[in-house]
């Protein structure tokens, strides 16, 4: 049973337009949530994150949205550069910190140039 | 570089033989956790450890098994091993306050032959 989903496994986006990464969640007690980027033969990398008392969070080129009726939140990317290819993660997390990230399978982000 | 690292890099073994991956945590986190990643997947939690005990178990086999050492290195003894087993183990840490923020080791590339 996934309780978090990355529904797109790859995404393709040609450089200076918006990659919109998406995440659904099924556990209604995850109450933050965060965007890891994954280079090959490297560890994952945190991104940004956003706690379920927010709706945006924003940070440079990145904004994560959540939508929590919808049990949903989104990653964008604006504008794409081809550094930003990777596989990003999204991963939840219960409770007040310190405690075990639920990732999704990933989606393989790649940037045209 | 995230401050966490991770021995060996690769391994390459034998069905049946156990072998014993090792992290250091970044400096002053309390926290470390295992994650296993395999082919396709996203990162499945196993088992974190907090200041040397056990905190979290998730969906880790009996026949591995993990420890947390007083200066707060961890080793992950993985034994009787199966084809299956073949996949990329990263170690993260996080802060003793509390935090969200997971910081990933380069990961241990695990092959059972």
């Known amino acids: 049973d996934q309780q978090v989903k990355q529904n797109s496994p790859s995404l393709s986006v040609q450089e200076g337009r918006i990659s919109i990464l998406n995440c659904d969640y099924t556990n209604s007690m995850f109450d933050y949530f965060l965007w890891y980027k994954k280079y090959p033969a490297e560890g994952p990398t945190f991104l940004i994150s956003?706690?379920?008392?927010?709706d945006k969070n924003e940070d440079g080129r990145f904004t994560v949205f959540l939508n929590k009726s919808a049990k949903h939140l989104s990653l964008h990317i604006v504008p794409s550069q081809p550094g930003d290819s990777a596989v990003y993660f999204c991963?939840?997390?219960?409770?007040?910190?310190?405690?075990?990230?639920?990732f999704g399978k990933g989606t393989r982000l790649s940037v045209i140039a | 570089d995230s401050g966490v690292t991770q021995t060996p890099k690769h391994l390459i073994t034998a069905t049946g033989q156990r072998v014993t991956l090792r992290c250091s945590p970044r400096?002053?986190?309390?926290?470390v956790y295992w994650y296993q990643q395999s082919l396709d997947q996203g990162l499945q939690f196993l088992i974190q450890?907090?200041?040397?005990?056990?905190?979290a178990k998730g969906n880790i086999l009996e026949r591995f098994s993990a420890q947390q050492f007083p200066d707060l290195h961890s080793e992950l003894n993985l034994s009787s091993l199966e084809l299956g087993d073949s996949a990329l183990y990263f170690c993260?840490?996080?802060?003793?306050?509390?935090?969200?923020?997971?910081?990933f080791g380069p990961g241990t590339r695990l092959t059972v032959t």
């Open positions: 993260a840490s996080s802060s003793h306050r509390e935090s969200y923020e997971q910081y």
């Open positions: 400096s002053g986190d309390l926290s």
């Open positions: 956003i706690s379920s008392i927010k």
């Open positions: 450890y907090y200041n040397g005990e056990e905190r």
């Open positions: 991963a939840a997390s219960v409770g007040s910190g310190n405690t075990p990230l639920v």
